[in-house]
């Protein structure tokens, strides 16, 4: 099955929890979830009781809908925070976070992380100097990430030097807002509820069955 391209909206629904895909609308009265909380299509009937497997499951789509990772890659995801020496879950959440689109995102330089994904795979996005249109781009400690040529003419990036200031970066990156770089300064730092909104313990369990 190929990417999700309907209404991102509904993923939160379905999901029942906010996953702030559409950047700062989903911090407005506009957010769908927030005018409509249930999940949508008819209400049933009556509730049903939902497994532990569906629980894992919920969390691992959750997972997936937040970094818009496709089940194959996310699969790979799962092996590689396993064979990494540590608790999986950790790095799982680590190596999510450390993809390039997600990185742009959490710089600052895009409204959410589909628009970040999006502006990677315009080549409007350096990684230590070459241009890089693969979101999925594992960042490194010391990694620089910054704008090219054609990127600084864009009108994203005019909008962006206005902007810039009110965004909060991560402390694991340092964000030059009068250049538009930012450098990947120290490990990442895992924090529940502030990093990410889902369990990374039930995920692996999920997997490991």
């Not at 194959?72 to 064979?83: C, H, I, S």
Request: aromatic residues 8%; glycine residues 8%.
């Amino acid at each position: 099955m190929a990417r999700y391209t309907g209404p991102v909206c509904r993923i939160c629904r379905r999901r029942g929890d906010k996953l702030y895909l559409k950047g700062e609308r989903c911090y407005s009265p506009k957010c769908a979830f927030e005018r409509r909380p249930n999940p949508p299509g008819p209400r049933p009937a009556r509730r049903r009781k939902v497994s532990d497997r569906g629980l894992q499951l919920r969390e691992k789509q959750r997972a997936r809908a937040t970094y818009g990772v496709l089940e194959r890659q996310f699969l790979r995801y799962y092996k590689e925070a396993v064979r990494r020496p540590g608790v999986s879950g950790i790095n799982l959440v680590q190596i999510l976070e450390s993809r390039l689109d997600n990185a742009v995102y959490r710089a600052g330089f895009a409204d959410s992380r589909s628009q970040a994904r999006q502006i990677v795979r315009h080549g409007l996005i350096t990684l230590n100097g070459r241009k890089t249109d693969i979101p999925s781009a594992q960042l490194r400690d010391g990694d620089n990430i910054g704008f090219t040529q054609r990127g600084t003419r864009s009108e994203h990036y005019k909008v962006l030097q206005e902007t810039i200031a009110a965004k909060s970066p991560p402390s694991w990156l340092v964000v030059d807002a009068g250049a538009l770089t930012a450098r990947v300064a120290g490990p990442l730092e895992v924090v529940p509820g502030e990093t990410h909104r889902f369990n990374e313990n039930v995920i692996i369990e999920y997997y490991s069955r």
